[in-house]
């Protein structure tokens, strides 16, 4: 069965740490894959875009990985602050055709502690 | 840019009543919009996807009948709970992608919040 997962329900780290989040993803063969946030009672906000030809992408304090071989993108927050606090979602392009269909994880709520 | 306001934010009311959400890209013309259902700590869940000018495309399990989709303009689209049960309280979320290029982020409303008594 096709399927997004994103590690863990919940992380919380120290402020200053760098936060790691985890998309993985099974029976898809995304052409890009997005990043979003998500703070309570709000609707997401778009973060970053990675395509399949990309290994990496930067905005800042965020990195994004994308591994098509092992079905991975990995999202991470360097020097994290208590404001990165909220719930971030990955989302796939789940037919392969870049034709904006797409599908989102259920989420990882990251909590930054000062 | 890319602003997409949502409307109502919050609504209560009786099991019965029909409940229409807008959803209107303020600063550009949305092509493809997006209705979303979110649960507490749950994904969210596609509901449906619509193209201005025409028919909305429902996702398998949600009953076209119950939640009618109008995207009559490139600005504005609606959603509309029909008889609404306890059972329909969620959080729903509309987005939309614009013009241009493919494998463009979605924008999204800050959600309805609909509770029915």
Known sequence: SQKIEQNSEALNIQEG???????NYTNYS???????????GRGPVFLLLI????????????????????????????????????????????TGHNNNDMRFGAGTR????? | GAVVSQH?????????????IECRSLDFQATTMFWYRQFPKQSLMLMA?????????YEQGVEKD?????????????????????????????SATGQGTLNQPQHFGDGTRLSIL
Do not use: M
């Open chain 1, 51 to 94: 395509r399949e030809n990309e290994k990496e992408k930067r905005k800042e304090r965020l990195k994004v990985t994308f591994d098509t071989t092992l079905k991975q993108s990995l999202f991470h927050i360097t020097a994290s602050q208590p404001a990165d606090s909220a719930t971030y979602l990955c989302a796939l392009d789940i």
């Open chain 2, 8 to 20: 109502p934010s919050w609504v209560i009311c009786k099991s019965g009543t029909s409940v229409k």
């Open chain 2, 66 to 94: 119950k939640f009618l989709i109008n995207h009559a303009s490139l600005t504005l689209s609606t959603l509309t709970v029909t008889s609404a049960h306890p059972e329909d309280s969620s959080f729903y979320i509309c």
């Open chain 1, 30 to 40: 995304p052409a890009y894959l997005q990043w979003y946030r998500q703070d309570p």
């Open chain 2, 49 to 57: 996807t619509s193209n201005e000018g025409s028919k909305a495309t």
């Open chain 1, 17 to 23: 740490k760098t936060a790691t989040l985890t998309c």
């Open chain 1, 110 to 114: 990251l909590t930054v502690k000062p």
